[in-house]
């Protein structure tokens, strides 16, 4: 990835990408200091949760591992409908 080319993301980033989640996973995800390209791979990884391999394939990087977290305990407000 060409960092020189990374910006930084903002809450309305965060919510245009992932949906409505709790402010403070949001400020969490800004913690991160990720991209917006590293919160979609992270957003991405979720979803894909449970699929054999993956991991094995393509690993996470820290930041992405750092998102996957904060947005895989947000994920049962997903299912119910909030997202």
């Known amino acids: 990835m060409n960092h020189a080319a990374k910006h930084s993301l903002h809450h309305a980033d965060v919510v245009r ?4 989640i709790d ?3 949001i400020a969490a995800i800004l913690g991160t200091g ?3 390209e590293q919160l979609v791979e992270a957003l991405t990884w979720v ?3 449970g699929e054999m391999g993956a991991e094995v394939r393509h690993p996470m990087d820290p ?3 750092q998102i996957y977290s904060i ?3 947000a994920k049962p407000d997903w299912e ?3 997202r």
């Not at 990408?17 to 409505?20: A, C, E, S, Y």
């Open 17 to 20: 990408i992932v949906g409505r």
């Open 23 to 25: 402010d403070s996973q």
């Open 34 to 36: 990720a991209s917006a």
């Open 47 to 49: 979803e894909k949760k």
């Open 63 to 65: 930041q992405v591992a």
């Open 71 to 73: 947005l895989d305990a």
């Open 80 to 82: 119910t409908g909030e």
